[in-house]
């Protein structure tokens, strides 16, 4: 496969269900990046990694739980989701981190994993 | 830290018309510019990016943008749209050592 990948593309989850969200880019990227798109909501931007490393985390709920261990996966893991957790969550990679590799940070997503929470 | 405003939410116009969605960043360094496109139930697409050099960008799908400083602008045009360009377009703006920041998109409609 090419590009990023994202597995399960649809999810359905009760609140009191653990789930896991996966993320797989085949780009040789450094940077990996979690978004929530909501409807009617600007993108937000979850978490950030570089090198397995997490460089940012944006005030999110600790029922929302990141793990990078290598630098082509990431994973979403989900506890006690509400519903308003119900969104849209991309992933994304990039060469570098925040402007660093000299491409800007072009990110390139997956397609994204519907996720409702009942 | 930078900033980006797309003023339409929604631009609709005819098939083979074409086409601007406007983009106005704010920013105090230089920046890179990008423009996505998502179509229903799909990811983020990168059409086209402006790092430096030639302020006119040309993308996919016959779309362009023109990058003017003066103006902090840098608008996505398309001669002759399709039903096919229906879709969310999003503008974003970056700069060295900053994390990428998106607008709140323009939804373009094309109908026949």
């Known amino acids: 496969e090419t590009g990023v990948t994202q597995t399960p593309r649809h999810l359905v989850m009760g609140m009191t269900n653990k789930k896991s969200l996966k993320c797989e880019q085949h780009?040789?990227?450094?940077?990996m990046y979690w978004y929530k798109q909501s409807a009617k909501k600007p993108l937000e931007l979850m978490f950030v990694y570089s090198l397995e490393e997490r460089v940012e985390n944006n005030s999110v709920p600790s029922r929302f739980s990141p793990e990078c261990p290598n630098s082509s996966h990431l994973f979403l893991h989900l506890h006690t989701l509400q519903p308003e957790d119900s969104a849209l969550y991309l992933c994304?990679?990039?060469?570098?981190?925040?402007?660093?590799?000299?491409?800007?940070?072009?990110?390139?997503f997956g397609p994204g994993t519907r996720l409702l929470v009942l | 830290a930078q900033s980006v405003t797309q003023l339409d939410s929604q631009v609709p116009v005819f098939e083979e018309a074409p086409v601007e969605l406007r983009c106005n960043y704010s920013s105090s360094v230089s920046v890179y510019l990008f423009w996505y496109v998502q179509y229903p139930n799909q990811g983020l697409q990168l059409l086209l990016k402006?790092?430096?050099?030639?302020?006119l960008v040309k993308g996919i799908n016959g779309f362009e943008a023109e990058f003017n400083k003066s103006q902090t602008s840098f608008h996505l045009r398309k001669p002759s749209v399709h039903i096919s360009d229906t879709a969310e377009y999003f503008c974003a703006v970056s700069a060295l050592f900053q994390k990428l920041v998106f607008g709140t998109g323009t939804r373009l409609l094309v109908s026949p």
């Open positions: 402006y790092l430096s050099g030639s302020t």
């Open positions: 994304a990679s990039s060469p570098g981190v925040f402007g660093t590799s000299g491409s800007g940070e072009t990110q390139y």
């Open positions: 780009l040789g990227h450094n940077a």
